[in-house]
């Protein structure tokens, strides 16, 4: 019996490493699951979120909500509302069964040029020099601009646009017109999309940033805007995103031939514009594209003291790019050839030389350094040139149209923003002197 103590403690040191190695596994078995556990939570509360989202897009389709109809609460997750018609309506003063965001700037420009400009509160060319010409000061408030997305371009199939600014024609600095930017619908359909209404030329496939409403137009960017039928292919190949695009778009012209008839809309079909984007993430730091784009269309004149029965081609072939070489420095411009531009402000203005009875050919680009220098400073420097074909140009018709200019942004606080711009341009004229302008340009712009 003396061994037994020491056998009791053997037994009791075998059976709690027993315990102890049982208690181990249980522990981990219990971990596993309280992972098991948490991961099925995160799936349930993603899934939760999808079918929220999916749950206010069927609302909306049905009609059923009111604008705002689903909202993302303080964690960034989306809650369901349903929020009452009558203090909705108090709150917009109209309603909708879509959902509507309103948005837009108040702009106030200012500007001196040394010399005259077309057409002086921005800039496209400098008038051909006179013994009364002089320096001008402009001043206008025309820019300002709003307008509605109906429903939630970044899930919904359909979507709609209108947009206004008070560049209206014909109208005193104090007395602007409204005017039409925007109107359109949208709706994507698998990997197509398609719009109907007016908006910007297909052929833009690149935008410089200017305080200049001019925006380089006639000094080497062109694609206005215009009432288009467009259908998009999106293909993926690989990272990038190829979206093949044609449009239908009206043939704006003059009355060249005095009929009393539009000479675009006398040809009796549009004019048909394209493009080739590619898209993608290529250098890691945001979206990049490259592009090839161009349009084909005709103008219909009769015979007249002018011209010869017949039609006048409207046409262009260009290449546009925008390139983040870094996360701050963006390169973007487009380069392009064509004739008949002055709808889409390309050829200085200038389509038809009615004198000579006769298209006039043109080529030009601009291009565009963009710094962000800070959360709250922005700089751009850039050029263009507008380059009409000489031997298509009589006396006094603008020969090239040549331009450098350098902006800067700063970002005030609660969404002001000012900036101010700096832009020399020469205009050569056939048998004219060149005429020569230094622009200054300042905006204080609100948006919201």
Known sequence: MKYFPFIMMIAWFGSSLIASAESDDVQKKLKEQAEMIRQLYVTMEAQKEEISA????????????TPGHYERDASGKI????????AEKGKSGFLSKYGV??????????????????????????????????????LTGNQTRFGFDIGDFAVDDAVAKIE???????????????????????????????????????????????????????????????????????????????????AISRTEGKDYDEDGQNDGADAGFPTAQWALPLTGDWFGNGTAKLSVQGHYGVERVDASAHFVDGNLETWSLGGSWILPLTKSLVWKGTVWTGANLDFYLGGIGQGVDAAKGDVIEASGGWTQLGLKVSPKVTFN???GIDNPEDEDLSEGKRAENTHVSTNIYYNLEQGVQLGIEYQKIWTKYVGYETAKNDRVQGTVIYKF
Request: no cysteine.
């Open 54 to 65: 999916l749950k206010a897009k069927v609302h909306r389709m049905e009609g059923n909500q």
């Open 79 to 86: 809650v369901w509302s349903r929020k009452d018609v009558a």
């Open 101 to 138: 965001k309103f948005y837009g700037y108040i702009k106030a420009d200012a500007a001196y040029d040394s010399s005259q400009m077309h057409a002086g509160n921005f800039g496209h060319y400098v008038l051909r020099e006179k013994e009364t010409s002089g320096d001008q000061f402009s």
């Open 164 to 246: 206004v600014d008070f560049y209206g024609s014909n109208s005193p600095a104090n007395k602007a017109k409204l005017r039409m930017r925007h109107a359109y619908v949208k709706w994507n359909a698998g990997d197509w999309v398609f719009a109907a209404g007016q908006t910007t030329d297909t052929i833009a496939q690149a935008v410089p940033n200017s305080i200049d409403f001019g925006y380089y137009h006639n000094r080497g960017k062109i694609g206005y805007r215009s009432p288009q039928i467009i259908a998009m292919r999106k293909v993926k190949i690989g990272e990038t995103l190829f979206s093949p695009t044609l």
């Open 381 to 383: 420097i850039g050029g």
